[in-house]
Protein backbone atom coordinates (compact mmCIF):
# COMPACT_ATOMS: atom_id res chain seq x y z
CA UNK A 1 0.00 0.00 0.00
CA UNK A 2 1.38 3.61 -1.39
CA UNK A 3 1.26 5.98 1.27
CA UNK A 4 -0.19 8.79 -1.02
CA UNK A 5 -3.44 9.12 -1.73
CA UNK A 6 -5.33 9.44 -5.20
CA UNK A 7 -7.34 12.23 -6.03
CA UNK A 8 -9.32 13.97 -3.22
CA UNK A 9 -9.58 13.81 -0.28
CA UNK A 10 -11.87 14.65 2.39
CA UNK A 11 -11.76 16.46 5.90
CA UNK A 12 -11.89 15.38 9.12
CA UNK A 13 -13.06 16.35 12.87
CA UNK A 14 -12.48 15.04 16.45
CA UNK A 15 -15.23 12.40 16.81
CA UNK A 16 -17.37 13.97 19.37
CA UNK A 17 -19.72 13.99 16.33
CA UNK A 18 -17.82 11.81 14.01
CA UNK A 19 -16.78 13.00 10.29
CA UNK A 20 -17.54 10.38 7.38
CA UNK A 21 -17.47 11.23 3.82
CA UNK A 22 -20.69 11.66 2.11
CA UNK A 23 -22.08 10.13 -1.42
CA UNK A 24 -22.10 13.34 -2.86
CA UNK A 25 -19.20 15.26 -4.27
CA UNK A 26 -18.71 18.82 -3.08
CA UNK A 27 -18.19 21.67 -5.59
CA UNK A 28 -14.89 21.63 -7.05
CA UNK A 29 -15.08 17.87 -7.19
CA UNK A 30 -13.96 17.39 -3.45
CA UNK A 31 -15.51 14.77 -1.45
CA UNK A 32 -17.58 16.30 0.90
CA UNK A 33 -17.97 15.40 4.94
CA UNK A 34 -20.88 15.27 7.14
CA UNK A 35 -20.88 15.20 10.73
CA UNK A 36 -22.95 12.60 11.99
CA UNK A 37 -23.37 11.15 15.68
CA UNK A 38 -21.07 8.06 15.36
CA UNK A 39 -22.29 4.98 14.42
CA UNK A 40 -21.58 1.46 15.77
CA UNK A 41 -18.77 0.09 13.66
CA UNK A 42 -17.64 -3.45 14.49
CA UNK A 43 -14.19 -2.33 13.06
CA UNK A 44 -14.45 1.12 15.59
CA UNK A 45 -15.97 -0.80 18.73
CA UNK A 46 -12.66 -3.64 18.03
CA UNK A 47 -10.90 -0.64 17.82
CA UNK A 48 -11.87 0.90 21.51
CA UNK A 49 -11.68 -3.22 23.02
CA UNK A 50 -7.80 -2.88 22.29
CA UNK A 51 -7.34 0.55 23.42
CA UNK A 52 -9.39 -0.01 26.61
CA UNK A 53 -7.29 -3.24 27.41
CA UNK A 54 -4.31 -1.81 27.10
CA UNK A 55 -4.97 1.29 29.12
CA UNK A 56 -6.35 -1.06 31.90
CA UNK A 57 -3.25 -3.14 31.89
CA UNK A 58 -4.18 -6.54 30.50
CA UNK A 59 -0.71 -6.39 28.24
CA UNK A 60 -1.14 -9.93 27.60
CA UNK A 61 -4.83 -10.28 26.12
CA UNK A 62 -3.93 -6.36 24.35
CA UNK A 63 -0.97 -8.12 22.64
CA UNK A 64 -2.34 -11.17 21.35
CA UNK A 65 -5.63 -9.61 20.76
CA UNK A 66 -3.56 -7.49 18.33
CA UNK A 67 -1.49 -9.52 17.08
CA UNK A 68 -4.14 -11.61 15.79
CA UNK A 69 -6.54 -9.35 14.58
CA UNK A 70 -8.14 -9.66 11.14
CA UNK A 71 -8.10 -5.54 11.14
CA UNK A 72 -4.97 -3.65 10.23
CA UNK A 73 -3.70 -2.16 13.33
CA UNK A 74 -0.71 0.21 15.00
CA UNK A 75 0.15 1.76 17.85
CA UNK A 76 1.18 5.52 16.95
CA UNK A 77 3.50 7.20 19.51
CA UNK A 78 2.60 10.93 20.83
CA UNK A 79 5.23 12.18 17.94
CA UNK A 80 2.97 10.67 15.79
CA UNK A 81 5.28 7.51 14.92
CA UNK A 82 4.31 4.05 14.79
CA UNK A 83 5.53 1.82 17.17
CA UNK A 84 4.21 -0.94 16.41
CA UNK A 85 2.26 -2.92 13.39
CA UNK A 86 0.06 -5.93 13.34
CA UNK A 87 0.53 -8.15 10.64
CA UNK A 88 -2.38 -7.17 8.76
CA UNK A 89 -1.52 -3.56 8.30
CA UNK A 90 1.94 -5.00 7.40
CA UNK A 91 0.43 -7.09 4.66
CA UNK A 92 -1.33 -3.87 3.25
CA UNK A 93 1.70 -1.82 2.81
CA UNK A 94 3.41 -4.93 1.21
CA UNK A 95 5.73 -5.47 4.24
CA UNK A 96 6.65 -7.27 7.13
CA UNK A 97 5.38 -5.56 10.30
CA UNK A 98 9.48 -4.64 11.50
CA UNK A 99 9.44 -2.71 8.31
CA UNK A 100 6.44 0.15 9.39
CA UNK A 101 8.38 1.05 12.83
CA UNK A 102 9.81 4.67 13.11
CA UNK A 103 7.32 5.56 10.37
CA UNK A 104 5.40 8.49 10.61
CA UNK A 105 1.60 7.77 10.61
CA UNK A 106 0.45 10.75 9.19
CA UNK A 107 2.76 10.23 5.83
CA UNK A 108 1.76 6.63 5.52
CA UNK A 109 -2.25 7.59 5.38
CA UNK A 110 -1.93 10.85 3.93
CA UNK A 111 -3.39 12.48 7.24
CA UNK A 112 -1.80 15.21 6.26
CA UNK A 113 -2.97 16.31 3.14
CA UNK A 114 -5.66 18.90 4.35
CA UNK A 115 -5.90 20.92 7.51
CA UNK A 116 -9.04 19.86 9.43
CA UNK A 117 -7.47 16.11 9.60
CA UNK A 118 -4.26 17.02 10.22
CA UNK A 119 -5.94 19.25 13.38
CA UNK A 120 -7.88 16.33 14.19
CA UNK A 121 -5.22 13.90 14.41
CA UNK A 122 -2.62 16.24 16.15
CA UNK A 123 -5.74 16.73 18.88
CA UNK A 124 -5.98 13.13 19.33
CA UNK A 125 -2.49 12.33 19.61
CA UNK A 126 -1.76 15.09 22.24
CA UNK A 127 -3.81 13.14 24.38
CA UNK A 128 -7.46 14.96 24.17
CA UNK A 129 -10.23 12.60 24.63
CA UNK A 130 -11.57 12.60 21.30
CA UNK A 131 -11.44 10.05 18.26
CA UNK A 132 -10.92 10.50 14.75
CA UNK A 133 -12.11 9.05 11.62
CA UNK A 134 -11.43 9.72 7.76
CA UNK A 135 -11.70 8.09 4.66
CA UNK A 136 -8.63 8.35 2.21
CA UNK A 137 -8.63 6.32 -1.08
CA UNK A 138 -5.11 4.66 -0.97
CA UNK A 139 -2.80 2.92 -3.80
CA UNK A 140 -2.69 -0.51 -3.08
CA UNK A 141 1.03 -2.24 -4.21
CA UNK A 142 -0.14 -3.87 -6.97
CA UNK A 143 -1.70 -1.19 -8.34
CA UNK A 144 -5.46 -0.76 -7.88
CA UNK A 145 -7.12 1.77 -4.92
CA UNK A 146 -7.86 1.06 -2.08
CA UNK A 147 -11.01 3.15 -0.06
CA UNK A 148 -9.66 2.92 3.73
CA UNK A 149 -11.50 4.31 6.61
CA UNK A 150 -8.95 5.22 9.60
CA UNK A 151 -9.33 5.51 12.75
CA UNK A 152 -7.26 6.84 15.56
CA UNK A 153 -8.24 6.50 19.29
CA UNK A 154 -6.42 6.99 22.90
CA UNK A 155 -4.83 3.92 24.41
CA UNK A 156 -5.51 5.88 27.79
CA UNK A 157 -5.68 9.38 29.77
CA UNK A 158 -2.34 10.77 28.89
CA UNK A 159 -1.04 7.46 27.77
CA UNK A 160 2.29 6.80 25.66
CA UNK A 161 0.16 6.59 22.33
CA UNK A 162 -2.86 6.01 20.29
CA UNK A 163 -3.94 3.10 18.54
CA UNK A 164 -4.42 3.34 14.57
CA UNK A 165 -6.25 1.21 12.85
CA UNK A 166 -7.33 0.63 8.72
CA UNK A 167 -10.21 -0.77 7.33
CA UNK A 168 -10.93 -1.52 3.38
CA UNK A 169 -13.96 0.02 2.78
CA UNK A 170 -13.76 -0.90 -0.95
CA UNK A 171 -16.60 -3.09 -1.31
CA UNK A 172 -18.63 -0.44 0.37
CA UNK A 173 -18.04 2.48 -1.39
CA UNK A 174 -18.75 0.09 -4.63
CA UNK A 175 -22.35 -0.73 -3.62
CA UNK A 176 -22.25 3.10 -2.72
CA UNK A 177 -21.21 4.23 -5.98
CA UNK A 178 -23.60 1.71 -7.83
CA UNK A 179 -27.11 3.03 -5.82
CA UNK A 180 -26.08 6.54 -6.37
CA UNK A 181 -25.20 5.77 -10.38
CA UNK A 182 -29.13 4.25 -10.22
CA UNK A 183 -30.20 7.65 -8.26
CA UNK A 184 -28.35 10.18 -10.53
CA UNK A 185 -29.22 8.60 -13.69
CA UNK A 186 -32.38 8.12 -15.98
CA UNK A 187 -33.33 4.49 -16.58
CA UNK A 188 -34.31 5.06 -20.40
CA UNK A 189 -31.74 6.73 -21.39
CA UNK A 190 -29.06 6.09 -19.42
CA UNK A 191 -28.33 9.71 -19.20
CA UNK A 192 -27.69 11.67 -16.16
CA UNK A 193 -31.02 12.78 -14.72
CA UNK A 194 -32.23 16.21 -13.44
CA UNK A 195 -30.72 15.67 -10.11
CA UNK A 196 -27.18 15.27 -11.72
CA UNK A 197 -27.45 17.96 -13.80
CA UNK A 198 -28.43 20.47 -11.36
CA UNK A 199 -25.72 18.92 -8.79
CA UNK A 200 -22.91 19.77 -11.77
CA UNK A 201 -24.13 22.96 -12.89
CA UNK A 202 -24.52 24.21 -8.96
CA UNK A 203 -20.74 22.73 -8.86
CA UNK A 204 -19.82 24.32 -12.23
CA UNK A 205 -21.31 28.19 -10.93
CA UNK A 206 -19.99 27.80 -7.21
CA UNK A 207 -16.98 30.83 -6.82
CA UNK A 208 -13.90 28.30 -6.02
CA UNK A 209 -14.98 26.26 -9.03
CA UNK A 210 -14.57 29.54 -11.53
CA UNK A 211 -11.84 31.18 -9.71
CA UNK A 212 -9.78 28.31 -10.23
CA UNK A 213 -8.91 29.12 -13.81
CA UNK A 214 -10.99 28.14 -16.95
CA UNK A 215 -12.97 30.40 -19.12
CA UNK A 216 -15.01 31.65 -16.93
CA UNK A 217 -17.98 31.35 -19.00
CA UNK A 218 -20.76 28.70 -18.92
CA UNK A 219 -23.55 27.42 -21.91
CA UNK A 220 -26.38 25.27 -22.30
CA UNK A 221 -28.70 23.89 -24.72
CA UNK A 222 -32.02 23.11 -23.21
CA UNK A 223 -34.19 21.30 -25.65
CA UNK A 224 -37.14 19.06 -26.57
CA UNK A 225 -38.57 17.23 -29.14
CA UNK A 226 -41.11 18.62 -31.12
CA UNK A 227 -44.39 16.36 -31.78
CA UNK A 228 -43.44 13.72 -29.22
CA UNK A 229 -46.89 13.85 -27.21
CA UNK A 230 -48.36 12.88 -30.60
CA UNK A 231 -45.92 9.75 -31.03
CA UNK A 232 -45.86 8.72 -27.26
CA UNK A 233 -49.77 8.61 -27.46
CA UNK A 234 -50.31 6.87 -31.02
CA UNK A 235 -47.67 4.32 -30.97
CA UNK A 236 -47.70 3.60 -27.14
CA UNK A 237 -44.94 4.62 -24.17
CA UNK A 238 -42.55 1.43 -24.91
CA UNK A 239 -42.29 3.03 -29.02
CA UNK A 240 -41.41 6.60 -26.89
CA UNK A 241 -39.05 4.99 -24.69
CA UNK A 242 -37.02 3.59 -27.21
CA UNK A 243 -36.99 7.04 -29.17
CA UNK A 244 -36.13 8.17 -26.34
CA UNK A 245 -32.85 6.29 -26.20
CA UNK A 246 -31.78 6.56 -29.49
CA UNK A 247 -31.75 10.24 -29.66
CA UNK A 248 -29.83 10.32 -25.98
CA UNK A 249 -27.45 8.15 -28.19
CA UNK A 250 -27.36 11.23 -31.00
CA UNK A 251 -26.72 13.98 -28.40
CA UNK A 252 -24.32 11.93 -26.42
CA UNK A 253 -22.17 11.61 -30.02
CA UNK A 254 -23.03 15.50 -30.38
CA UNK A 255 -21.21 16.01 -27.64
CA UNK A 256 -18.50 13.86 -27.59
CA UNK A 257 -18.04 15.41 -31.13
CA UNK A 258 -17.89 19.25 -29.96
CA UNK A 259 -14.36 19.15 -28.48
CA UNK A 260 -13.50 18.98 -24.65
CA UNK A 261 -12.79 21.77 -22.78
CA UNK A 262 -11.22 21.75 -18.97
CA UNK A 263 -13.93 20.06 -18.04
CA UNK A 264 -14.44 17.85 -20.53
CA UNK A 265 -17.03 16.83 -23.35
CA UNK A 266 -20.28 18.63 -22.66
CA UNK A 267 -22.72 16.81 -20.01
CA UNK A 268 -25.74 15.60 -21.81
CA UNK A 269 -28.85 14.75 -19.32
CA UNK A 270 -32.51 13.84 -19.60
CA UNK A 271 -34.59 16.73 -17.19
CA UNK A 272 -37.65 14.46 -17.93
CA UNK A 273 -40.22 14.15 -20.30
CA UNK A 274 -38.69 14.76 -23.62
CA UNK A 275 -36.52 17.23 -22.65
CA UNK A 276 -32.73 17.41 -22.75
CA UNK A 277 -29.94 19.56 -21.72
CA UNK A 278 -26.15 20.03 -23.09
CA UNK A 279 -24.04 21.47 -20.32
CA UNK A 280 -21.18 23.17 -21.33
CA UNK A 281 -18.73 24.17 -18.72
CA UNK A 282 -15.69 26.71 -19.84
CA UNK A 283 -17.46 27.80 -22.64
CA UNK A 284 -15.64 29.94 -25.00
CA UNK A 285 -18.68 31.72 -26.56
CA UNK A 286 -21.66 32.21 -28.59
CA UNK A 287 -20.18 30.49 -31.55
CA UNK A 288 -19.22 27.16 -29.77
CA UNK A 289 -22.96 26.87 -28.31
CA UNK A 290 -24.39 27.76 -31.70
CA UNK A 291 -22.02 24.98 -33.24
CA UNK A 292 -23.13 22.78 -30.71
CA UNK A 293 -26.70 23.31 -31.13
CA UNK A 294 -26.62 23.09 -34.94
CA UNK A 295 -25.07 19.55 -34.90
CA UNK A 296 -28.16 18.68 -32.58
CA UNK A 297 -30.23 19.57 -34.89
CA UNK A 298 -28.65 17.90 -38.06
CA UNK A 299 -28.10 14.65 -35.91
CA UNK A 300 -32.06 14.22 -35.13
CA UNK A 301 -32.60 15.27 -39.15
CA UNK A 302 -32.22 11.53 -40.02
CA UNK A 303 -35.15 8.98 -39.14
CA UNK A 304 -34.99 6.72 -36.29
CA UNK A 305 -35.28 3.05 -36.92
CA UNK A 306 -37.16 1.66 -34.04
CA UNK A 307 -37.97 -2.77 -34.44
CA UNK A 308 -39.35 -1.66 -37.67
CA UNK A 309 -41.21 1.89 -37.01
CA UNK A 310 -39.26 4.44 -38.81
CA UNK A 311 -39.53 7.84 -37.42
CA UNK A 312 -38.81 11.26 -37.74
CA UNK A 313 -38.21 13.81 -35.10
CA UNK A 314 -36.72 17.57 -34.88
CA UNK A 315 -36.08 19.43 -31.62
CA UNK A 316 -36.43 22.96 -30.70
CA UNK A 317 -33.21 24.15 -28.81
CA UNK A 318 -32.91 27.37 -26.50
CA UNK A 319 -29.31 28.52 -26.10
CA UNK A 320 -27.60 30.26 -23.16
CA UNK A 321 -23.96 31.54 -22.76
CA UNK A 322 -22.87 33.62 -20.10
CA UNK A 323 -20.53 34.50 -17.37
CA UNK A 324 -20.56 31.95 -14.39
CA UNK A 325 -20.01 35.21 -11.88
CA UNK A 326 -23.37 36.58 -11.42
CA UNK A 327 -25.20 33.91 -12.54
CA UNK A 328 -27.42 31.35 -10.83
CA UNK A 329 -28.95 27.91 -11.16
CA UNK A 330 -32.38 28.86 -11.44
CA UNK A 331 -31.15 32.20 -13.75
CA UNK A 332 -29.71 30.30 -16.43
CA UNK A 333 -32.68 28.12 -16.64
CA UNK A 334 -34.98 30.18 -16.59
CA UNK A 335 -33.52 32.35 -19.37
CA UNK A 336 -33.28 28.65 -21.09
CA UNK A 337 -36.85 27.79 -21.05
CA UNK A 338 -37.65 31.31 -22.06
CA UNK A 339 -35.07 30.68 -25.12
CA UNK A 340 -37.10 27.17 -25.85
CA UNK A 341 -40.61 28.70 -26.10
CA UNK A 342 -38.58 31.62 -28.63
CA UNK A 343 -37.41 28.71 -30.52
CA UNK A 344 -40.82 26.97 -30.40
CA UNK A 345 -42.96 30.13 -31.33
CA UNK A 346 -40.95 31.22 -34.32
CA UNK A 347 -41.77 27.73 -36.12
CA UNK A 348 -39.39 24.71 -33.95
CA UNK A 349 -36.81 22.60 -35.97
CA UNK A 350 -34.84 25.09 -34.96
CA UNK A 351 -32.15 27.07 -32.37
CA UNK A 352 -32.57 30.44 -30.72
CA UNK A 353 -29.71 32.37 -28.91
CA UNK A 354 -31.46 34.25 -25.22
CA UNK A 355 -31.81 37.81 -26.25
CA UNK A 356 -31.89 40.07 -22.96
CA UNK A 357 -33.64 42.99 -24.83
CA UNK A 358 -36.58 40.41 -26.10
CA UNK A 359 -36.65 38.73 -22.75
CA UNK A 360 -36.62 42.43 -21.07
CA UNK A 361 -39.52 42.94 -23.64
CA UNK A 362 -41.31 39.36 -22.56
CA UNK A 363 -40.74 40.38 -18.47
CA UNK A 364 -42.11 43.98 -19.07
CA UNK A 365 -45.16 41.91 -20.70
CA UNK A 366 -45.87 39.56 -17.99
CA UNK A 367 -45.86 42.92 -16.08
CA UNK A 368 -48.67 44.08 -17.79
CA UNK A 369 -50.39 41.44 -17.83
CA UNK A 370 -50.58 41.03 -14.08
CA UNK A 371 -51.78 44.24 -13.23
CA UNK A 372 -53.58 45.00 -16.07
CA UNK A 373 -57.00 44.10 -14.28
CA UNK A 374 -56.53 46.32 -11.02
CA UNK A 375 -55.42 49.29 -13.30
CA UNK A 376 -58.88 49.68 -14.37
CA UNK A 377 -60.29 50.06 -10.99
CA UNK A 378 -57.69 52.37 -10.31
CA UNK A 379 -58.95 54.26 -13.12
CA UNK A 380 -55.39 54.48 -14.70
CA UNK A 381 -57.03 54.31 -18.31
CA UNK A 382 -57.68 57.56 -20.40
CA UNK A 383 -58.95 57.96 -23.81
CA UNK A 384 -58.26 59.87 -26.80
CA UNK A 385 -60.06 61.06 -29.79
CA UNK A 386 -58.88 60.97 -33.67
CA UNK A 387 -61.17 63.03 -36.19
CA UNK A 388 -62.88 61.42 -38.91
CA UNK A 389 -63.33 64.06 -41.82
CA UNK A 390 -65.26 64.37 -44.33
CA UNK A 391 -63.56 64.48 -47.78
CA UNK A 392 -65.82 66.72 -49.82
CA UNK A 393 -66.42 69.61 -47.01
CA UNK A 394 -63.95 69.11 -44.41
CA UNK A 395 -66.46 68.79 -41.68
CA UNK A 396 -65.72 66.84 -38.83
CA UNK A 397 -67.75 64.42 -38.66
CA UNK A 398 -66.91 61.73 -36.30
CA UNK A 399 -64.16 60.82 -33.77
CA UNK A 400 -62.62 57.15 -33.39
CA UNK A 401 -61.81 56.49 -29.51
CA UNK A 402 -58.16 54.86 -28.66
CA UNK A 403 -57.42 54.17 -25.35
CA UNK A 404 -54.23 54.84 -23.12
CA UNK A 405 -52.88 52.99 -20.15
CA UNK A 406 -50.94 55.92 -17.89
CA UNK A 407 -48.81 53.36 -16.32
CA UNK A 408 -47.44 54.21 -12.84
CA UNK A 409 -44.21 52.48 -14.20
CA UNK A 410 -44.03 52.45 -17.71
CA UNK A 411 -45.44 55.89 -18.78
CA UNK A 412 -48.29 56.25 -21.05
CA UNK A 413 -48.58 53.00 -23.02
CA UNK A 414 -50.74 52.53 -26.37
CA UNK A 415 -53.16 49.64 -27.37
CA UNK A 416 -50.74 47.72 -29.38
CA UNK A 417 -48.69 47.07 -25.73
CA UNK A 418 -51.44 45.74 -23.83
CA UNK A 419 -54.79 45.24 -25.79
CA UNK A 420 -53.85 41.30 -27.29
CA UNK A 421 -52.69 41.05 -23.36
CA UNK A 422 -56.01 41.83 -22.27
CA UNK A 423 -57.64 39.82 -25.03
CA UNK A 424 -55.65 37.18 -23.66
CA UNK A 425 -56.69 37.28 -20.33
CA UNK A 426 -60.20 38.39 -20.81
CA UNK A 427 -59.43 41.55 -19.28
CA UNK A 428 -60.69 43.04 -22.45
CA UNK A 429 -64.23 42.21 -20.89
CA UNK A 430 -64.36 45.00 -18.16
CA UNK A 431 -62.03 47.27 -20.44
CA UNK A 432 -64.19 47.17 -23.40
CA UNK A 433 -67.28 48.06 -21.30
CA UNK A 434 -65.33 51.55 -19.77
CA UNK A 435 -64.57 52.09 -22.76
CA UNK A 436 -67.80 51.89 -24.34
CA UNK A 437 -69.30 53.44 -21.80
CA UNK A 438 -67.04 56.88 -21.55
CA UNK A 439 -66.80 57.50 -25.05
CA UNK A 440 -70.66 57.25 -25.25
CA UNK A 441 -70.78 59.38 -22.22
CA UNK A 442 -68.08 61.86 -23.75
CA UNK A 443 -70.08 62.27 -27.00
CA UNK A 444 -73.46 63.12 -25.57
CA UNK A 445 -71.38 66.02 -23.88
CA UNK A 446 -70.00 67.23 -27.21
CA UNK A 447 -73.42 67.23 -28.24
CA UNK A 448 -74.76 68.65 -25.65
CA UNK A 449 -72.18 71.41 -25.91
CA UNK A 450 -72.66 72.30 -29.00
CA UNK A 451 -76.09 72.16 -29.96
CA UNK A 452 -75.82 74.27 -33.37
CA UNK A 453 -73.52 72.06 -34.46
CA UNK A 454 -74.18 68.63 -36.36
CA UNK A 455 -73.38 65.53 -33.87
CA UNK A 456 -70.33 63.78 -34.45
CA UNK A 457 -70.40 59.84 -33.75
CA UNK A 458 -67.90 57.94 -31.90
CA UNK A 459 -66.03 54.94 -32.99
CA UNK A 460 -65.20 52.10 -30.51
CA UNK A 461 -63.15 49.34 -30.98
CA UNK A 462 -64.59 45.87 -29.82
CA UNK A 463 -62.64 42.42 -30.20
CA UNK A 464 -64.57 39.47 -30.55
CA UNK A 465 -63.59 37.80 -27.32
CA UNK A 466 -65.79 40.56 -26.15
CA UNK A 467 -68.98 39.16 -28.00
CA UNK A 468 -68.10 35.84 -27.03
CA UNK A 469 -67.40 36.13 -23.18
CA UNK A 470 -70.37 39.26 -22.73
CA UNK A 471 -73.68 40.27 -23.71
CA UNK A 472 -72.28 43.04 -25.65
CA UNK A 473 -75.39 43.97 -27.40
CA UNK A 474 -77.03 43.85 -23.77
CA UNK A 475 -74.07 46.30 -22.70
CA UNK A 476 -74.29 48.76 -25.47
CA UNK A 477 -78.07 49.20 -24.58
CA UNK A 478 -78.10 49.68 -21.05
CA UNK A 479 -74.84 52.35 -22.27
CA UNK A 480 -76.72 53.70 -24.86
CA UNK A 481 -79.74 54.27 -22.69
CA UNK A 482 -77.61 55.33 -19.61
CA UNK A 483 -75.76 58.25 -21.68
CA UNK A 484 -78.49 59.30 -23.63
CA UNK A 485 -76.55 58.99 -26.91
CA UNK A 486 -78.50 57.99 -30.09
CA UNK A 487 -77.60 54.51 -31.43
CA UNK A 488 -76.94 56.15 -35.03
CA UNK A 489 -73.98 58.31 -33.14
CA UNK A 490 -72.03 55.01 -32.31
CA UNK A 491 -69.84 52.49 -34.52
CA UNK A 492 -68.67 49.64 -33.51
CA UNK A 493 -65.36 48.85 -34.93
CA UNK A 494 -64.22 44.91 -35.23
CA UNK A 495 -61.05 43.63 -37.54
CA UNK A 496 -61.43 42.16 -40.63
CA UNK A 497 -60.21 38.66 -39.72
CA UNK A 498 -63.22 38.85 -36.91
CA UNK A 499 -66.01 39.81 -38.45
CA UNK A 500 -65.55 37.66 -42.21
CA UNK A 501 -65.05 34.78 -39.94
CA UNK A 502 -68.75 35.42 -37.57
CA UNK A 503 -70.67 33.15 -37.42
CA UNK A 504 -73.15 31.83 -34.62
CA UNK A 505 -73.76 33.95 -31.79
CA UNK A 506 -71.35 37.26 -33.16
CA UNK A 507 -73.18 37.35 -36.33
CA UNK A 508 -76.35 37.56 -34.29
CA UNK A 509 -74.89 39.86 -32.37
CA UNK A 510 -73.84 41.96 -35.23
CA UNK A 511 -77.39 41.77 -36.64
CA UNK A 512 -79.02 43.18 -33.34
CA UNK A 513 -76.35 45.54 -32.92
CA UNK A 514 -77.32 46.83 -36.57
CA UNK A 515 -81.11 46.92 -36.05
CA UNK A 516 -80.58 48.52 -32.91
CA UNK A 517 -79.20 51.39 -35.52
CA UNK A 518 -75.72 50.93 -34.18
CA UNK A 519 -72.89 51.56 -37.06
CA UNK A 520 -71.03 48.67 -37.67
CA UNK A 521 -67.11 49.14 -39.34
CA UNK A 522 -64.95 46.69 -40.89
CA UNK A 523 -61.19 48.15 -39.67
CA UNK A 524 -58.07 47.11 -41.64
CA UNK A 525 -60.22 46.40 -44.66
CA UNK A 526 -58.00 44.97 -47.80
CA UNK A 527 -55.35 43.00 -45.40
CA UNK A 528 -57.14 39.81 -44.34
CA UNK A 529 -60.26 37.53 -45.19
CA UNK A 530 -61.87 39.79 -47.71
CA UNK A 531 -64.86 36.99 -48.40
CA UNK A 532 -67.00 39.39 -50.73
CA UNK A 533 -69.95 36.89 -50.96
CA UNK A 534 -69.73 37.26 -46.99
CA UNK A 535 -69.16 40.66 -46.96
CA UNK A 536 -72.63 41.28 -48.68
CA UNK A 537 -74.00 39.53 -46.26
CA UNK A 538 -73.03 40.54 -42.90
CA UNK A 539 -74.85 43.75 -41.08
CA UNK A 540 -71.76 46.47 -41.84
CA UNK A 541 -72.20 50.02 -42.66
CA UNK A 542 -68.78 51.21 -43.01
CA UNK A 543 -65.58 50.09 -44.58
CA UNK A 544 -61.90 51.58 -43.36
CA UNK A 545 -59.29 50.97 -45.65
CA UNK A 546 -56.01 49.87 -44.09
CA UNK A 547 -53.30 52.25 -44.71
CA UNK A 548 -51.09 50.44 -46.45
CA UNK A 549 -53.35 51.37 -49.47
CA UNK A 550 -53.55 55.04 -48.60
CA UNK A 551 -49.25 55.35 -48.12
CA UNK A 552 -48.47 53.96 -51.89
CA UNK A 553 -50.04 56.98 -52.84
CA UNK A 554 -47.52 59.29 -51.17
CA UNK A 555 -44.74 58.70 -54.25
CA UNK A 556 -46.32 61.46 -55.71
CA UNK A 557 -45.12 64.21 -53.87
CA UNK A 558 -41.56 62.79 -53.46
CA UNK A 559 -41.33 62.92 -57.58
CA UNK A 560 -41.16 59.21 -57.76
CA UNK A 561 -43.39 57.19 -59.79
CA UNK A 562 -46.86 56.42 -57.89
CA UNK A 563 -48.03 52.70 -58.62
CA UNK A 564 -51.00 52.90 -60.83
CA UNK A 565 -52.13 49.54 -59.03
CA UNK A 566 -52.42 51.32 -55.35
CA UNK A 567 -55.16 53.57 -57.05
CA UNK A 568 -57.34 51.50 -58.91
CA UNK A 569 -57.41 48.50 -55.68
CA UNK A 570 -58.33 51.57 -53.50
CA UNK A 571 -60.68 53.10 -56.85
CA UNK A 572 -62.52 49.02 -57.40
CA UNK A 573 -62.73 48.85 -53.03
CA UNK A 574 -64.83 52.23 -52.76
CA UNK A 575 -67.07 51.73 -56.06
CA UNK A 576 -67.92 48.09 -54.39
CA UNK A 577 -68.46 49.56 -50.93
CA UNK A 578 -70.59 52.35 -52.44
CA UNK A 579 -72.63 49.38 -54.61
CA UNK A 580 -73.33 47.38 -51.64
CA UNK A 581 -74.56 50.57 -50.28
CA UNK A 582 -71.44 51.32 -47.38
CA UNK A 583 -69.42 54.38 -46.34
CA UNK A 584 -65.59 53.91 -46.70
CA UNK A 585 -62.99 55.45 -44.49
CA UNK A 586 -59.44 55.78 -46.10
CA UNK A 587 -56.72 55.93 -42.63
CA UNK A 588 -53.15 57.09 -42.35
CA UNK A 589 -54.20 60.20 -44.58
CA UNK A 590 -50.80 62.14 -43.70
CA UNK A 591 -50.35 64.30 -47.07
CA UNK A 592 -52.77 66.69 -49.03
CA UNK A 593 -51.72 65.43 -52.23
CA UNK A 594 -53.25 61.79 -50.41
CA UNK A 595 -56.39 63.33 -49.33
CA UNK A 596 -56.55 64.75 -52.52
CA UNK A 597 -56.24 61.83 -55.01
CA UNK A 598 -58.59 59.78 -52.37
CA UNK A 599 -61.27 62.60 -52.57
CA UNK A 600 -61.18 62.41 -56.37
CA UNK A 601 -61.83 58.68 -56.60
CA UNK A 602 -65.04 59.14 -54.16
CA UNK A 603 -63.41 57.96 -50.67
CA UNK A 604 -66.04 59.43 -48.10
CA UNK A 605 -63.87 59.89 -44.61
CA UNK A 606 -60.72 60.17 -44.13
CA UNK A 607 -58.45 59.71 -40.86
CA UNK A 608 -54.94 60.56 -40.42
CA UNK A 609 -52.28 62.95 -39.23
CA UNK A 610 -52.74 65.32 -42.03
CA UNK A 611 -56.28 66.38 -40.09
CA UNK A 612 -54.65 65.64 -36.19
CA UNK A 613 -53.04 62.94 -34.19
CA UNK A 614 -55.02 61.73 -31.53
CA UNK A 615 -55.80 64.36 -28.68
CA UNK A 616 -58.06 65.00 -25.64
CA UNK A 617 -61.45 65.59 -25.18
CA UNK A 618 -60.62 69.12 -24.94
CA UNK A 619 -59.49 69.45 -28.24
CA UNK A 620 -61.97 67.94 -29.59
CA UNK A 621 -63.93 70.14 -28.54
CA UNK A 622 -62.31 73.41 -29.77
CA UNK A 623 -62.11 71.29 -33.01
CA UNK A 624 -65.77 71.70 -32.80
CA UNK A 625 -65.97 75.45 -32.14
CA UNK A 626 -64.16 75.92 -35.11
CA UNK A 627 -65.97 77.91 -38.28
CA UNK A 628 -68.01 75.26 -40.07
CA UNK A 629 -66.62 72.57 -37.80
CA UNK A 630 -63.92 71.92 -40.14
CA UNK A 631 -60.90 70.24 -38.84
CA UNK A 632 -57.31 71.58 -38.45
CA UNK A 633 -55.17 70.68 -41.39
CA UNK A 634 -57.72 69.92 -43.52
CA UNK A 635 -56.96 70.46 -47.47
Not at 252 to 264: D, H, L, P, Q
Request: aromatic share 6%.
Amino acid sequence: MSGTSEGPTPAADLIRSAVTESDAKAPGGTDAVAFVPLDPDPDTDMTADLAAAAAGGDADSYRSAFTAAPLAMAVVDRDGRIVTANDTLAALFGGPPGGLVGRVAADLLDLSSDSRTWHAYREVLRGRQAKLRCTRRLKHPEGHAVWAQITVAPLADRGPGVLLSVTDISARRELQAQLRHLQMHDPVTRLPNRTLFFERLSAALDTESYTRGGTGRIGLCYLDLDGFKAINDTLGHRVGDRLLAAVAERLTRCAEKAGYTRSGAPLVARLGGDEFALLVEDSTGTEQLADLAESVLTALQAPFDLSGQRLSVSASIGVVERQTAGTTATGLMQAADTTLYWAKADGKARWTLFDPERNAHRMTRQALASTLRPAIDRGEFTLEYQPLVGMADGRLSGVEALVRWNHPQFGTLTPNRFIGLAEEDGAIVPLGRWILATACRQARRWQLEHPDEPPIFVSVNVAVRQVWDSDLVADVAQTLAETGLAPHLLQLELTESAVMGSSGRPLRALQALSDMGVRIAIDDFGTGYSNLAYLSRLPVSVLKLDGSFVRGFQYEDSGAHASPADEVIVEAMIQLAHRLGLTVTAECVETSAQAGRLRRIGCDTGQGWLYSRPVAADRISELLACPAGQAAGNP
